[in-house]
């Protein structure tokens, strides 16, 4: 496995200029997944782990690593496959989405992929909304699916997205109600999230599912030169990680239009780190969460 954690460092030179590294595993069977090598830790092979009582039935146990004590889901139960036997010779997925760090259970790991993300691909038309799936790509002719974890933890960790009444009301006498917001995420967990709060706020807004149907979008709206593109567009809310287009490259092609530059973009991403916040500035966006 260390030659596999030895390229993680190497991937942010990739962030950017729309490409990224996926790490390539499997949950008992022959089919591949693929999980962001930046939101990875580090691959170890699945240590003791500690039934807790009363814990979601997804999570297989506790374990102690490296002073922390991180609760492994097995990803395989959680999208209906067989359990993976933990007897086994099975790897564990370290990863930190939201500033935590959680554990993934896999039968095994396979390699390091460099892609582009336009190879990274929105899943199929009907899936179902309780698909687990976020992208699908190839790799020597073989379909790799990438997982929405935000949905996988948000099933496990549960979320609160009820606004504030104070902040409702905030809002109105802010006269923020009036501005239109773009929405911009491939989870279909994080895009119901934010259309509810948006719902509860009244604010209007569209939804996208990654940056270049959004950048197309743009281009329609600013052909109309009837309505100005910043009373048509108050915000734009966007990802980082999304497929055929990512956040980063939606943001520098939108600050180069000489129309477009003038919208507000907040990119958000569950990836933490400063190395966003130096990403953001250099691609010339206003906000980052």
Not at 129 to 149: F, G, P, Q, R
Not at 182 to 199: C, G, H, N, P, W
Not at 273 to 283: D, H, I
């Amino acid at each position: 496995m260390s030659e596999v954690m030895e390229r993680v460092d190497a991937t942010t030179l990739l962030v950017g200029r729309n490409r990224l590294e996926l790490l390539l595993f499997h949950l008992g069977d022959e089919q591949s997944f693929g999980i962001n090598v930046f939101k990875v830790r580090e691959v170890i092979e699945c240590p003791p782990l500690t039934r807790t009582p009363q814990s979601h039935s997804y999570v297989c146990g506790i374990a102690n690593i490296r002073g922390i004590t991180i609760s492994v889901v097995d990803l395989a139960s959680m999208i209906g496959k067989k359990p993976i036997d933990t007897s086994d010779k099975c790897r564990v997925i370290v990863s930190e989405y939201n500033r935590t760090i959680q554990a993934f259970l896999v039968s095994d790991v396979a390699r390091i992929v460099n892609l582009n993300w336009e190879q990274i691909k929105p899943p199929p038309t009907g899936v179902g909304k309780e698909s687990y799936l976020t992208a699908v790509t190839s790799v020597d002719d073989k379909l790799v699916e990438i997982l929405d974890v935000e949905k996988v933890l948000v099933e496990i960790l549960g979320y609160r997205d009820e606004v504030a009444e104070a902040l409702i009301e905030e809002g109105k006498e802010s006269n923020v109600t009036d501005k239109h917001v773009l929405i911009i995420d491939d989870s279909s967990m994080a895009r119901k999230q934010m259309s509810r709060v948006l719902t509860q706020l009244e604010i209007p807004y569209t939804v996208r599912i990654n940056g270049k149907e959004a950048y197309d979008l743009l281009l329609g709206w600013v052909s109309d030169d009837s309505i100005p593109i910043t009373d048509r567009c108050g915000l734009i809310v966007c990802d980082v990680e999304m497929p055929e287009m990512d956040g980063y490259t939606f943001t520098k092609k939108v600050k180069e239009h000489p129309e477009l530059k003038k919208l507000h973009i907040l990119l958000h991403s569950s990836l933490s780190g400063t190395f966003n916040e130096n990403m953001v500035k250099k691609v010339g966006a206003d906000d980052f969460l």
